[in-house]
């Protein structure tokens, strides 16, 4: 039976390296002020993945005993990851239809209450900071964020 502990960061690390070799293909700057090229922070994301899971299966391996066999079976897909992945698919197919900011708004919003979280704190910290995100972009890197198809 595959386990999830080890399954999904190996996963991860095998796609993180298939990635590095793409990564490695994209063009190089025509200008020469720039700092990096296209495939920098592509590049330095993969590689943070495979050290973070690299790190969770090596802390899965040690607190794991050797003579003690597993009490219960875990199933592969937990409804946590579930609902992360239609969170993402969900939220990908908002953005594309309001926009990064109606998008994030209510998308983070949706992930507070569906966790049950009471605390208005939680909220006003979660909307500063996609309002944050959005003028750090717009204003400061000048770079536009998804406004969507229904905007248009």
């Not at 390296?17 to 190089?28: K, R």
């Not at 922070?41 to 040690?62: G, H, M, R, T």
């Not at 998008?103 to 919003?109: E, H, K, R």
């Not at 979280?117 to 536009?144: D, G, N, Q, R």
Request: with cysteine; charged share 10%.
């Amino acid at each position: 039976m595959l386990n999830r502990n080890i399954f999904f960061p190996s996963l991860v690390i095998f796609l993180s390296l298939a990635f590095l070799v793409l990564i490695s293909q994209f063009e190089e700057p025509r200008y020469q002020d720039a700092p990096v090229g296209a495939g920098f922070f592509p590049a330095v994301i993969a590689i943070i993945q495979i050290i973070i899971c690299s790190v969770l299966i090596i802390q899965y391996k040690k607190k794991q005993k050797p003579q003690q066999a597993p009490k219960e079976e875990i199933t592969l897909v937990s409804s946590h990851s579930i609902f992360g992945f239609t969170f993402l698919i969900g939220y990908a197919v908002l953005i594309t239809l309001v926009g990064y900011l109606p998008a994030s708004l209510i998308g983070f919003t949706y992930y507070l209450i569906y966790y049950r979280i009471k605390k208005p704190l939680y909220y006003v910290t979660a909307w500063i900071f996609v309002f944050a995100i959005y003028f750090l972009f717009s204003e400061v890197f000048i770079i536009s964020l998804p406004e969507g198809l229904l905007f248009f």
